[in-house]
Every structure is written in structure tokens, then in C-alpha cells.
């Protein structure tokens, strides 16, 4: 067996990957990862999101990298970049950012094979109370979920912990996209669900390495994917904030390789 092709897959079809392979997912996620913190000084009213993923692409360029998803399904970009109502894959281009725009950087990068996979919120300007409590909230719920990652939880255990905080919050949970698994692969089995039943779903075993990728809308949930066949938008056209890591479960919990290198990690906390 060559290296690709190490490890067991359960019966749900997922990879349980190696100690050896940690490494790997954390150099890949610490540059993703690294991306997104350098990438926060350009994000100013005036800037076009065409200009960010240029950045964006530039850079993983110069670690000697490559863009997971240049190439992928026909995208052409080394980010999504998703700002108000947008919920999730919208794509660069030539519309400047206003004062109080808000913004999701979705960043994956391959590393000797490994997929980093992460995304963030950014503000243009000044942040308004609104947007602030959807992007704290929409945050909190990643780390609720990330906090139920152990051998033994379930998948429907994640879920549970994203939707009963967002709906405390009486904001709703998209539905129409959810995480997944990763690896030397951009996505595998399983699909992560942000919401569910406690105790349902595959059972977490040391060595799966998924993403867990919220996106929480201060209005309701459904979306509907634009004519571009990518930006998917609120169907009520309320605002949307989303973030996202790649975590690897261990023997006593979870390891997260997309933390923020400069602890640039919320807009809320200064660029
Ligand atoms: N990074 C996204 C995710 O979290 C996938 C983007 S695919 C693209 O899974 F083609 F739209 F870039
Ligand atoms: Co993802
Ligand atoms: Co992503």
C-alpha cells in the first residue's frame, strides 16, 4: 500500500488517519490559516474583493503552495469571498466594499497533500451592533460545535451544540451547505451537519479530520445558489456570517490546525 492509502476507512466511509498525518494537516492549516490574518489589512472600503483574492493567491504562491480550489468544479479563484446576504462560494470580482460591509474569506491551500481548509469574517469600516452580534454568535456556535469533537461523540452531537446556540440567539442555521471530511482530499465522507439530534450519526474516533463550517443567517435559512452556478445568497436577503477550521479528532479530544498564528481571528477583536 503507498502512502495515499494508509490508514482504515469505517463504515460510513470515513478516512481514520495516522499520528503521522497531524503534521501534515497542520502545516496546511496553519498557512491557510496564516493567509487569512495577513489578508485582514486590505480589507478597507474601496478595496475590491478581485484585489483580495489576487493577495490571496499571491501568497500561496510565494509559500510554495497550491490553491485547492483553482481548478475545482470549473472555479477559477483561490477564495470565496461571501459579503452581507451572501452565505457561502461567492466569487471575487470588481464590486468595492462599502463602510460596514461584512465579509467571509474562505481560504484552502494543498501542502505536500494535505487540504487546509478555513474561512473567516471580516469587516470593511466600521462594524455595526447587528452584524457584530450575528459574526460573535455565528463564531461562539464553530466553538460550540469544535467543543463536542471527542472520541465516542457523535456527528449529530456537533450539530446539536452549532443549532441549540444559534437558535437561542433566534438566528437561524443554513441547512444547504454543510462541512466535511478532508485530508489529502478537498471533501470526503462525512457531511458535517450544523444541527441535529444529540447521539445521532457516525460516532467520532481518534484520527478522522473533518471541517466544521457554519453558516448562520440573522434572517431565515433558505438560500438559493445565483445564476453564476456559485454565490449562494439568503433567500430573504438577510445577513449571513459563516467561519470555519479543520479539525482532526484525538484520544482525548480535538486538535484544530486552522487556528489563527496572530490571533487575528475575529474582526471584533482588532485587525
Ligand atoms: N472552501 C469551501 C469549503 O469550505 C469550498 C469552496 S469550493 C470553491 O468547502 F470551488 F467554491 F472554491
Ligand atoms: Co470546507
Ligand atoms: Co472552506
Known amino acids: 500500500m503507498d502512502d495515499t492509502h494508509r490508514g482504515r476507512i469505517t463504515k460510513e466511509g470515513i478516512r481514520i488517519h495516522e499520528e503521522a498525518d497531524f503534521a501534515g494537516m497542520k502545516a496546511a492549516g496553519q498557512l491557510a490559516a496564516r493567509i487569512l490574518d495577513d489578508v ?60 460596514g460591509d461584512i465579509l467571509n474569506i474562505d481560504v484552502t491551500v494543498i501542502v505536500d497533500g494535505w487540504f487546509g ?22 463564531h461562539d456556535a464553530l466553538f460550540k460545535g469544535i467543543e463536542a ?72 435559512p433558505e438560500t438559493k445558489v445565483l445564476a453564476d452556478d456559485w454565490t449562494a445568497v439568503t433567500r430573504d436577503k438577510s445577513l449571513s456570517a459563516q467561519f470555519e477550521h479543520s479539525v482532526g479528532v484525538t484520544a482525548n479530544g480535538f486538535e484544530i490546525f486552522t487556528l489563527s498564528p496572530g490571533n487575528k481571528f475575529h474582526p471584533t477583536y482588532g485587525v
Do not use: W
Open 40 to 99: 485582514a489589512a486590505l480589507v478597507v472600503p474601496g478595496t475590491t474583493t478581485e484585489a483580495l483574492d489576487r493577495f490571496i493567491e499571491d501568497e500561496v504562491k510565494a509559500a510554495g503552495a497550491k490553491s485547492a480550489t483553482i481548478g475545482y468544479k470549473g472555479y477559477k479563484h483561490a477564495s470565496c469571498i461571501s459579503v452581507n446576504h451572501v452565505v457561502c462560494h461567492g466569487i471575487p470580482g470588481t464590486k468595492t466594499l462599502k463602510d
Open 149 to 220: 469533537v471527542k472520541p465516542g461523540n457523535t456527528f449529530g452531537d456537533i450539530g446539536h451544540a452549532i443549532q441549540a446556540y444559534v437558535e437561542a440567539h433566534r438566528m437561524s442555521v443554513v441547512r444547504d451547505f454543510c462541512g466535511h471530511g478532508l485530508g489529502r482530499v478537498f471533501h470526503a465522507p462525512p457531511n458535517v451537519l450544523h444541527y441535529g439530534r444529540p447521539s445521532s450519526g457516525a460516532i467520532l474516533e481518534e484520527g478522522m479530520f473533518f471541517t466544521i463550517e457554519p453558516m448562520v443567517n440573522l434572517g431565515r
Open 117 to 138: 481548509d478555513t474561512s473567516r469574517m471580516y469587516v470593511a469600516g466600521k462594524l455595526n451592533r447587528k452584524s457584530e452580534r450575528l459574526i460573535q454568535v455565528t
